[in-house]
C-alpha cells in the first residue's frame, strides 16, 4: 500500500497535519494526483477541504510561502533554501521565498533550564556572572540570550529548542518519502530535483542543528581572515559550548541594515564595501570555505572600520576543483570570454538527456558577448550571474546545490556594497584577486605540487589494478560477474504487471468463492440464515465484494490512464 511507502506508524499524523496544510493552500490537487488523499481518507483520517477555495484564490507563490510558514521550522528552511536557487524559481518566486523568516515565539526560560543544565553543568545564574533571562533574538531552531563571563566579558549564549531534534527528523522523513512520490507522479517537478533539495535541506538542518558545529566553521573562517586584520569573528567559549548550545563573544557595532548611522559616526562607507567585499572573495576564491548569507541581520560595523560577521550557521564550502571551475567562470564573464564560460557551466549542469546543448551554449556566448567594450566599472557581477541561471532555468537545468549557495552570496554582497556606496563595483574588486589566483595556480611550486598529487593518483591506481583484475578473474570463474543495465520506465512496466497478476488471482479467488458457493449450497442440513446455508452466503458474499473491488479498480486504472493520455 502506499501508506506503508510514505512511512511508519509513527509519522501517519503529522503526514495528516502536512497533506491538510497544502489541501488548506490550494495543493488539493496535487494531494489527489500523488494518491495520497484517497489512502489517508482509507486509513481513517479526515482532511478538511472546506476553506481551501478561500486560499486557492491567491498566487501559487504566495501560496507556498504560507504553507511553509504554518508547518514549522524544517519547510521554513526549505523555502530559505528556494530563495537561493535562481537557476530552478523564477523572480516572483524567489521573492515570496526572500519574505520566509523563522522568528517564532521564544521558548520560557524555565522549560529550558533542564537542558541548561546538563549542557553547562549548573544553573546559568551560576555559570555565568549575569544571564539575561529575555532572549535577545528567538528563531525556529534556537534563540539567544545575552550573558557576562565571570572574568567580565560580555557574551551570547545560544540554545538549541527542546525537541526540535525530533521533530525536524520526522518532517525530513515525510519529505524524503513525498519528494521520490513527486518525482515518480509528477514529471512537471521532475526539473526541480525534489529528492536532491530534500537531501540538500538534510544537510543544511543537521549542520545547524549542532551548535558546536557552527562554532568550529566560524573558527576555520577566522583562522582564514588573520590576513585581513579589520575582519572580526567573535570568539568561540569551548568550555561551555555542545551541540545544544554555544557561547560566544557579543559583538557591539552598528547592525548591517543601519547604514544612516555610519556618516554620524564617522565610517568609511567606502572602505568598508571594498573590506567586506575582499573578505568574501578571499573566503570563496581562496579559502574554499564561505559564510553562506552575508545579509546584513548577520554583519556589524565596527570602529576603525572594521567588520565582524556572525552566525556561521549556514557556510558553503568548495573543493578545490570548483574553486578552479569558479575562477575560469568569474574570469570569463569579467574578461568577456564567452566560450569558458560555457564550458564551465555545461560542465556544472551536465549534459542531461533532452537538453539542446547547442543551444544553450549558443545563447550563454551571445548573454557574455553582449557586454564586449562594456567598461569593467559598469558591469554588476551580481546581475550577470543572476542572468545566466535564468538562462540555465529556462533549460530546465539546476546547478549543484553548493554552487546555486555560492551564487545567492555574490549578489547578496554585492547588493550591501551597493548601500554602502553607490559607486562600488564588484567586478573591479574581484579582477585583481581573481588574476593573482590564475597566476598562482600556474607557478612552477603549485604545477609540481598538482603533477605529484597526480602522480601519486596514477601510481595507487597502477599497484591496484593486479588485485582488481584477480578479484574480476575470480568471479567470472564462479560465474559471479553481475552486469547492471538501467531501462527506462522498466519499473514501471514491471508495477502494471504486478497490478495485472493480483487482479487476476482475485478473479480466480471470486471464481473459487462462487464455485464453491454453489457446491455448498445444494448440501442439505448444517446451519442456515434466512433458509440458506450460512457458508454458501458467506461465500456469495465474499464473491460480490471482490468482484466491486475488481470492477473499481479496473475502472479507476482506465481513468487515470485516459488522463495520462488526453490525445
Given at each position: 500500500?502506499?501508506?506503508?511507502?510514505?512511512?511508519?506508524?509513527?509519522?501517519?499524523?503529522?503526514?495528516?497535519?502536512?497533506?491538510?496544510?497544502?489541501?488548506?493552500?490550494?495543493?488539493?490537487?496535487?494531494?489527489?494526483?500523488?494518491?495520497?488523499?484517497?489512502?489517508?481518507?482509507?486509513?481513517?483520517?479526515?482532511?478538511?477541504?472546506?476553506?481551501?477555495?478561500?486560499?486557492?484564490?491567491?498566487?501559487?507563490?504566495?501560496?507556498?510561502?504560507?504553507?511553509?510558514?504554518?508547518?514549522?521550522?524544517?519547510?521554513?528552511?526549505?523555502?530559505?533554501?528556494?530563495?537561493?536557487?535562481?537557476?530552478?524559481?523564477?523572480?516572483?518566486?524567489i521573492a515570496e521565498f526572500e519574505k520566509l523568516h523563522s522568528r517564532?515565539?521564544?521558548?520560557?526560560?524555565?522549560?529550558?533550564?533542564?537542558?541548561?543544565?546538563?549542557?553547562?553543568?549548573?544553573?546559568?545564574?551560576?555559570?555565568?556572572?549575569?544571564?539575561d533571562t529575555e532572549p535577545l533574538a528567538a528563531a525556529s531552531i534556537?534563540?539567544?540570550?545575552?550573558?557576562?563571563?565571570?572574568?567580565?566579558?560580555?557574551?551570547?549564549?545560544?540554545?538549541?529548542?527542546?525537541?526540535?531534534?525530533?521533530?525536524?527528523?520526522?518532517?525530513?522523513?515525510?519529505?524524503?518519502?513525498?519528494?521520490?512520490?513527486?518525482?515518480?507522479?509528477?514529471?512537471?517537478?521532475?526539473?526541480?530535483?525534489?529528492?536532491?533539495?530534500?537531501?540538500?535541506?538534510?544537510?543544511?538542518?543537521?549542520?545547524?542543528?549542532?551548535?558546536?558545529?557552527?562554532?568550529?566553521?566560524?573558527?576555520?573562517?577566522?583562522?582564514?581572515?588573520?590576513?585581513?586584520?579589520?575582519?572580526?569573528?567573535?570568539?568561540?567559549?569551548?568550555?561551555?559550548?555542545?551541540?545544544?548550545?554555544?557561547?560566544?563573544?557579543?559583538?557591539?557595532?552598528?547592525?548591517?541594515?543601519?547604514?544612516?548611522?555610519?556618516?554620524?559616526?564617522?565610517?568609511?562607507?567606502?572602505?568598508?564595501?571594498?573590506?567586506?567585499?575582499?573578505?568574501?572573495?578571499?573566503?570563496?576564491?581562496?579559502?574554499?570555505?564561505?559564510?553562506?548569507?552575508?545579509?546584513?541581520?548577520?554583519?556589524?560595523?565596527?570602529?576603525?572600520?572594521?567588520?565582524?560577521?556572525?552566525?556561521?550557521?549556514?557556510v558553503g564550502r568548495l573543493s578545490q576543483r570548483r574553486r578552479e571551475?569558479?575562477?575560469?567562470?568569474?574570469?570569463?564573464?569579467?574578461?568577456?570570454?564567452?566560450?569558458?564560460?560555457?564550458?564551465?557551466?555545461?560542465?556544472?549542469?551536465?549534459?542531461?538527456?533532452?537538453?539542446?546543448?547547442?543551444?544553450?551554449?549558443?545563447?550563454?556566448?551571445?548573454?557574455?558577448?553582449?557586454?564586449?567594450?562594456?567598461?569593467?566599472?559598469?558591469?554588476?557581477?551580481?546581475?550577470?550571474?543572476?542572468?545566466?541561471?535564468?538562462?540555465?532555468?529556462?533549460?530546465?537545468?539546476?546547478?549543484?546545490?553548493?554552487?546555486?549557495?555560492?551564487?545567492?552570496?555574490?549578489?547578496?554582497?554585492?547588493?550591501?556594497?551597493?548601500?554602502?556606496?553607490?559607486?562600488?563595483?564588484?567586478?573591479?574588486?574581484?579582477?585583481?584577486?581573481?588574476?593573482?589566483?590564475?597566476?598562482?595556480?600556474?607557478?612552477?611550486?603549485?604545477?609540481?605540487?598538482?603533477?605529484?598529487?597526480?602522480?601519486?593518483?596514477?601510481?595507487?591506481?597502477?599497484?591496484?589494478?593486479?588485485?582488481?583484475?584477480?578479484?574480476?578473474?575470480?568471479?567470472?570463474?564462479?560465474?559471479?560477474?553481475?552486469?547492471?543495465?538501467?531501462?527506462?520506465?522498466?519499473?514501471?512496466?514491471?508495477?502494471?504487471?504486478?497490478?495485472?497478476?493480483?487482479?487476476?488471482?482475485?478473479?480466480?479467488?471470486?471464481?473459487?468463492?462462487?464455485?464453491?458457493?454453489?457446491?455448498?449450497?445444494?448440501?442439505?442440513?448444517?446451519?442456515?440464515?434466512?433458509?440458506?446455508?450460512?457458508?454458501?452466503?458467506?461465500?456469495?458474499?465474499?464473491?460480490?465484494?471482490?468482484?466491486?473491488?475488481?470492477?473499481?479498480?479496473?475502472?479507476?486504472?482506465?481513468?487515470?490512464?485516459?488522463?495520462?493520455?488526453?490525445?
Amino acid at each position: 500500500m502506499l501508506i506503508e511507502t510514505l512511512g511508519a506508524a509513527r509519522d501517519m499524523g503529522r503526514l495528516n497535519t502536512i497533506l491538510g496544510v497544502l489541501i488548506r493552500h490550494g495543493f488539493g490537487d496535487s494531494v489527489r494526483r500523488l494518491g495520497l488523499a484517497d489512502s489517508l481518507e482509507r486509513a481513517g483520517h479526515a482532511l478538511r477541504w472546506e476553506h481551501a477555495a478561500d486560499l486557492a484564490r491567491l498566487a501559487p507563490p504566495v501560496q507556498v510561502r504560507l504553507a511553509l510558514e504554518e508547518l514549522g521550522p524544517a519547510f521554513v528552511k526549505l523555502g530559505q533554501i528556494f530563495a537561493g536557487r535562481a537557476d530552478l524559481f523564477g523572480p516572483e518566486w524567489i521573492a515570496e521565498f526572500e519574505k520566509l523568516h523563522s522568528r517564532v515565539p521564544a521558548v520560557p526560560l524555565e522549560l529550558l533550564r533542564p537542558q541548561l543544565r546538563e549542557d553547562l553543568g549548573g544553573e546559568p545564574e551560576s555559570v555565568f556572572a549575569r544571564f539575561d533571562t529575555e532572549p535577545l533574538a528567538a528563531a525556529s531552531i534556537a534563540q539567544v540570550h545575552r550573558a557576562q563571563m565571570h572574568d567580565g566579558t560580555e557574551v551570547v549564549v545560544k540554545i538549541r529548542r527542546p525537541g526540535i531534534s525530533e521533530t525536524i527528523a520526522a518532517d525530513l522523513r515525510l519529505l524524503a518519502r513525498l519528494a521520490a512520490v513527486a518525482e515518480e507522479e509528477l514529471p512537471a517537478l521532475k526539473p526541480y530535483r525534489p529528492q536532491q533539495l530534500v537531501r540538500e535541506l538534510a544537510r543544511s538542518l543537521k549542520r545547524e542543528l549542532d551548535l558546536a558545529s557552527e562554532c568550529r566553521s566560524a573558527e576555520r573562517i577566522a583562522a582564514n581572515m588573520t590576513a585581513l586584520p579589520w575582519i572580526v569573528v567573535p570568539r568561540v567559549h569551548w568550555v561551555h559550548t555542545t551541540a545544544r548550545v554555544n557561547v560566544q563573544d557579543f559583538v557591539a557595532g552598528i547592525p548591517g541594515d543601519a547604514l544612516d548611522r555610519l556618516d554620524s559616526d564617522g565610517f568609511d562607507r567606502r572602505l568598508l564595501a571594498r573590506r567586506g567585499a575582499q573578505a568574501v572573495l578571499k573566503m570563496i576564491v581562496q579559502d574554499g570555505v564561505f559564510h553562506a548569507d552575508p545579509h546584513p541581520g548577520n554583519v556589524f560595523y565596527l570602529s576603525e572600520n572594521r567588520i565582524a560577521f556572525i552566525d556561521f550557521g549556514m557556510v558553503g564550502r568548495l573543493s578545490q576543483r570548483r574553486r578552479e571551475e569558479l575562477l575560469q567562470l568569474l574570469l570569463g564573464l569579467v574578461e568577456h570570454n564567452p566560450q569558458g564560460v560555457a564550458d564551465v557551466l555545461i560542465d556544472w549542469t551536465g549534459d542531461e538527456h533532452g537538453i539542446n546543448l547547442a543551444l544553450l551554449e549558443t545563447e550563454i556566448e551571445a548573454f557574455v558577448d553582449q557586454y564586449q567594450g562594456v567598461p569593467l566599472a559598469q558591469l554588476s557581477l551580481g546581475q550577470m550571474l543572476a542572468d545566466v541561471t535564468s538562462i540555465l532555468r529556462e533549460h530546465h537545468l539546476a546547478l549543484p546545490p553548493d554552487l546555486a549557495l555560492l551564487i545567492k552570496a555574490f549578489i547578496t554582497l554585492e547588493g550591501m556594497g551597493r548601500g554602502l556606496d553607490p559607486g562600488f563595483h564588484m567586478a573591479t574588486e574581484a579582477l585583481p584577486l581573481l588574476r593573482e589566483v590564475a597566476r598562482a595556480r600556474y607557478r612552477p611550486r603549485a604545477i609540481g605540487a598538482r603533477a605529484w598529487q597526480t602522480l601519486r593518483r596514477t601510481l595507487s591506481v597502477a599497484e591496484q589494478l593486479p588485485h582488481d583484475l584477480s578479484r574480476l578473474l575470480r568471479s567470472a570463474r564462479r560465474g559471479r560477474v553481475q552486469v547492471g543495465i538501467e531501462l527506462a520506465h522498466l519499473k514501471r512496466v514491471g508495477d502494471q504487471i504486478d497490478r495485472a497478476a493480483n487482479r487476476l488471482a482475485m478473479a480466480l479467488v471470486i471464481s473459487a468463492l462462487i464455485i464453491g458457493s454453489s457446491i455448498v449450497m445444494t448440501v442439505q442440513g448444517g446451519p442456515t440464515f434466512m433458509g440458506l446455508p450460512v457458508f454458501g452466503f458467506l461465500g456469495f458474499t465474499g464473491a460480490v465484494l471482490g468482484g466491486l473491488w475488481l470492477v473499481r479498480a479496473i475502472w479507476r486504472s482506465s481513468k487515470e490512464r485516459d488522463a495520462a493520455d488526453p490525445s
